[in-house]
């Protein structure tokens, strides 16, 4: 599977942004997606991840209440809600994928990887 991810910009704290994976391959529906975050001089984190059907998930403490994660495998998409966004959030954010049907939280986990968008929120 290939994955593409977009919807990143430049926003103000408190504000939202919706990021969007888009996967190509048949087989979507059967990967666990992730959302990962890599800020400058820092290791990339894991965020939130989604089981097959959408009704598992699991989100990183520093962003449950805050982001939500969802997908649309009839679209082959998945997608990453933000909303009260602080500073502290400004990364480049990654969608990832694994074949799998355990929801991961380590990077080294994912089989695949789409290129990163990028996020930065002001003060």
């Known amino acids: 599977v290939q994955l593409q991810a977009s919807g990143g910009g430049l926003v103000q704290a408190g504000g939202s942004l919706r990021l969007s994976c888009a996967a190509s391959?048949?087989?979507?529906?059967?990967?666990?997606i992730a959302w990962f975050r890599q800020a400058p001089g820092k290791e990339r984190e894991f965020v939130a991840t989604?089981?097959?059907?959408?009704?598992?998930?699991d989100y990183a403490d520093s962003v449950k209440g805050r982001f939500t994660i969802t997908r649309d495998n009839a679209k082959n998409a998945a997608y990453l809600q933000m909303n009260s966004l602080k500073p502290e959030d400004t990364a480049v954010y990654y969608c990832?994928?694994?074949?799998?049907?355990?929801?991961?939280?380590?990077?080294?986990?994912?089989?695949?990887w789409g290129q990163g968008t990028e996020v930065t929120v002001s003060s």
């Open positions: 989604i089981s097959w059907g959408g009704t598992s998930t």
């Open positions: 391959g048949r087989t979507f529906s059967k990967h666990v």
């Open positions: 990832a994928a694994d074949r799998g049907f355990r929801l991961l939280l380590h990077a080294s986990e994912y089989d695949y």
